[in-house]
T-cell receptor, first 109, second 115 residues
Framework: GQNIDQPTEMTATEGAIVQINCTYQTSGFNGLFWYQQHAGEAPTFLSYNVLDGLEEKGRFSSFLSRSKGYSYLLLKELQMKDSASYLCAVMDSNYQLIWGAGTKLIIKP | ETGVTQTPRHLVMGMTNKKSLKCEQHLGHNAMYWYKQSAKKPLELMFVYNFKEQTENNSVPSRFSPECPNSSHLFLHLHTLQPEDSALYLC??????????????FGAGSRLTVL
């Protein structure tokens, strides 16, 4: 079967760096997405990786290794507003999105 | 208003009630989706519409009935629901289907409680 694994919850300190990992086993691969979802709000798109390597967007970066079935989202200079759930999703060979259960990130002052 | 708008934001209903969830997008997207989000579980895809035509029904019970009158509006009609159907129902849209960089734009969801 198809599966996405990510930690259920992580805690980090304001100003620090945190890395949220995502591993996947899917039928084919057409890209990996990260979404951010604040409590009670819509998930919003953060990043899309289809080739190996690191994509940087301001304080957020996303890394992909297709051979290892692995990605991470790196958040730098953490702010309180970064407290949210982070959803990892992989698009399989049929262009279906397979979702992880999300990682709840708690930022402490 | 831009983006994806869902109404109502909160809904409480009994198992014998009939209610509907509404979704509207003003992004000019051709594809619309219904997802179910339960605590600590992955998003579950329920239905997909592309150019108003249903392209996916993920073995969803018939007590959930979708309707897509045009590319901008999507409804989810609910009847004789069960308590385990209580969840957040998310609507999303995307430009197209079947491409890799298919970014979804989500609504804020309708929180459904079935008593």
């Amino acid at each position: 079967g198809q599966n996405i694994d990510q930690p259920t919850e992580m805690t980090a300190t304001e100003g620090a760096i945190v890395q949220i990992n995502c591993t996947y086993q899917t039928s084919g691969f057409n890209g990996l997405f990260w979404y951010q979802q604040h409590a009670g709000e819509a998930p919003t798109f953060l990043s899309y990786n289809v080739l190996d390597g690191l994509e940087e967007k301001g304080r957020f970066s996303s890394f992909l290794s297709r051979s290892k079935g692995y990605s991470y989202l790196l958040l730098k200079e953490l702010q309180m507003k970064d407290s949210a759930s982070y959803l990892c999703a992989v698009m399989d060979s049929n262009y279906q999105l397979i979702w992880g259960a999300g990682t709840k990130l708690i930022i402490k002052p | 208003e831009t983006g994806v708008t869902q109404t109502p934001r909160h809904l409480v209903m009994g198992m014998t009630n009939k209610k509907s969830l509404k979704c509207e997008q003003h992004l000019g997207h051709n594809a619309m989706y219904w997802y179910k989000q339960s605590a600590k579980k992955p998003l579950e895809l329920m239905f997909v519409y592309n150019f108003k035509e249903q392209t996916e029904n993920n073995s969803v019970p018939s007590r959930f009935s979708p309707e897509c009158p045009n590319s901008s509006h999507l409804f989810l009609h609910l009847h004789t629901l069960q308590p385990e159907d209580s969840a957040l129902y998310l609507c999303a849209s995307s430009q197209d289907l079947g491409s890799g960089a298919n970014v979804l734009t989500f609504g804020a969801g309708s929180r459904l409680t079935v008593l």
